[in-house]
């Protein structure tokens, strides 16, 4: 009986596209590329990465693989960038994402405005952060998966600084971000523009008398050596944000989807519990090692003489409904 090639061909033809890579059947997988701008000697930020990548791999049974790209490909402005277009599935970010993406819901990037990470985790899990999150994907191709804490701001100088007053005329060290200048000034400090690597001699010579940053900063930088006083401001409870993109999420099944989402929530609360542990580990070296005083101010005083200034910022760049949430949020 004579046997036709009408088989035969279709066979060849799937062969040669398996082989040169066109064709790629779904048992091969999914690639989850994790971008982050932070020093591959960052512990917790990488350690974050690593423990997304185990339990994505492990609970996905080696359907899903994770690759960790550092800051060789990119600063955060270009990773955040690739990650809208979906050439990074999970990017790590500042505050950048939500100042490029969401900015009229970048509230929790200003000083003095939320007085402990309670309240800002209060307002991304209510409607604050569901009107970012609807900006980020609508104008940035990315939604939020987690928050990890980076460690609040603190002021230091070389006098004890307990309420705004004892703050006026000093020279001080801040980013030159236009919305922290203003809070500051309206604190009755001269914020003084110096880059970072220039603070410790800045400081040591009296070109600034204070800065501020937070602790594992002041001990990384050695400014224990020219300030002896650390005020517990707290006026900027900091977080790295982690980004999917939309389109990969959407992408997933059900199941694959909550892997990756569960392998954020769970890396990122170790981050968090992480950078709290190593914040007291450095307090008790600076008090005890290197005779740093920890001032308690007045919290109370020092956002409500900062609070004209966010008021000015409120009115001029965030959402109409911005106030409103944040009276439900803070008692405003």
Same mark, same amino acid.
């Given at each position: 009986m004579k046997r036709t090639p009408v088989v035969i061909i279709p066979l060849l033809c799937l062969a040669t596209l398996l082989w040169s890579g066109l064709l790629v059947p779904a048992e091969a997988g999914t690639t989850v590329t994790v971008a982050m701008h932070n020093a591959r000697t960052e512990e917790i930020v990488w350690g974050i990465a690593n423990r997304m990548k185990d339990h994505i791999e492990k609970t996905s049974q080696g359907a899903m693989t994770v690759r960790l790209l550092g800051p060789e490909v990119g600063g955060e402005r270009e990773l955040l960038?690739?990650?809208s277009r979906n050439e990074?599935?999970?990017?790590?970010?500042?505050?950048?994402?939500?100042?490029?993406?969401?900015?009229?819901y970048a509230v929790t990037s200003v000083p003095f405005v939320?007085?402990?990470?309670?309240?800002?985790?209060k307002a991304y899990e209510g409607k604050l952060g569901q009107k970012l999150d609807a900006d980020m994907t609508?104008?940035?191709?990315? #939604?939020?998966?987690?928050?990890?804490?980076? %460690?609040?701001?603190?002021? !230091?100088?070389? &006098?004890?600084?307990?309420?705004?007053?004892?703050?006026?005329g000093l020279k001080l060290r801040v980013p030159e971000i236009a919305t922290w200048v203003a809070v500051w000034k309206e604190l009755g400090a001269l914020p003084t523009p110096v880059a970072w690597p220039?603070?410790?001699?800045?400081?040591q010579t009296g070109v600034v008398n204070g800065q501020e940053n937070p602790i594992l900063q002041i001990y990384e930088a050695k400014l224990y050596e020219v300030q002896k006083y650390v005020m517990l401001t707290d006026h900027l409870s900091a977080y790295f944000h982690w980004f999917g993109n939309t389109k990969f999420l959407a992408g997933l099944s059900a199941e694959h989807r909550k892997i990756v989402e569960d392998a954020v929530k769970m890396a990122t609360a170790w981050g968090s519990g992480q950078q709290e542990e190593k914040s007291t580990e450095l #307090?008790?070296?600076?008090?005890?090692?290197? %005779?740093?005083?920890?001032? !308690?101010?007045? &919290?109370?005083?020092?956002?409500?003489?900062?609070?004209?200034?966010?008021?000015?910022?409120?009115?001029?760049?965030?959402?109409?409904?911005?106030?409103?949430?944040?009276?439900?949020?803070?008692?405003?």
């Open positions: 960038e690739g990650a990074f599935q999970i990017v790590q970010s500042g505050d950048m994402g939500i100042a490029i993406y969401a900015p009229k939320f007085p402990d990470y309670g309240s800002v985790e609508k104008n940035g191709n990315m #939604r939020l998966l987690g928050l990890s804490r980076r %460690g609040a701001r603190l002021l !230091t100088a070389s &006098k004890a600084i307990p309420t705004p007053t004892e703050l006026k220039e603070v410790f001699t800045a400081l #307090r008790n070296i600076l008090e005890k090692k290197h %005779g740093v005083q920890f001032v !308690t101010v007045d &919290k109370s005083k020092f956002f409500g003489a900062a609070r004209p200034a966010v008021e000015r910022i409120a009115a001029q760049q965030w959402a109409p409904e911005v106030k409103d949430l944040l009276k439900q949020i803070l008692g405003w």
